[in-house]
């Protein structure tokens, strides 16, 4: 069994991206199988494009893979199929639940990091400079450890 999981954001050329990116990493390095990291958006705005340079830079800086990606729209069967499904704020979260009202497999990345408010979710940082890009990969790494916890829970297991 694979154990699937999708990160979620609005567009997904930023944080879904990037959080899929560095689970993929933080994965490998624990070495975990049977695991697969995608992402998706909820809105159609962005269906297509790849992810934003912003987020790319900050990506290749630290290492991580930054290419090889086109946006696309989560769908009720992708919800569906998916073990887990991270979104990066609350508003994607109740996005889905009208697209998917029975899924029981949703919640937020910063649920996974045990500094983060509760259902403080992930700072959109399109909106702004590099540094918001900066920012974004910090807060995803530091959910990475809970995460992979999780994803070990449901059933990925460590290479021997």
């Known amino acids: 069994m694979t154990v699937k999981v999708v990160f979620v954001c609005w567009g997904n050329i930023c944080r879904s991206p990037m959080a899929a990116r560095v689970a993929e990493r933080a994965a490998a390095d624990a070495g975990l199988e049977n695991v697969e990291f995608s992402s998706a958006a909820t ?39 998916a073990d887990l499904v991270v979104a990066a704020e609350p508003i994607h979260v109740e996005r889905m639940l009208r697209m998917a009202p029975d899924a029981d497999n949703l ?54």
């Open 43 to 81: 809105s159609r705005e962005e269906i297509g494009a790849p992810i934003d340079p912003r987020a790319q830079r900050v990506l290749a800086e630290h290492g991580y893979r930054s290419g090889g990606h086109l946006a696309h729209q989560i769908t009720p069967d992708e919800i569906d199929d």
């Open 107 to 160: 919640s937020l990345l910063s649920d996974y990091d045990p500094e983060a408010p509760e259902g403080s979710g992930l700072p959109d940082p399109w909106y702004g400079g590099p540094e918001g890009f900066e920012d974004t990969l910090v807060a995803v790494e530091a959910a990475m450890p809970g995460l992979l916890e999780e994803v070990r829970r449901l059933g990925a297991r460590t290479a021997r």
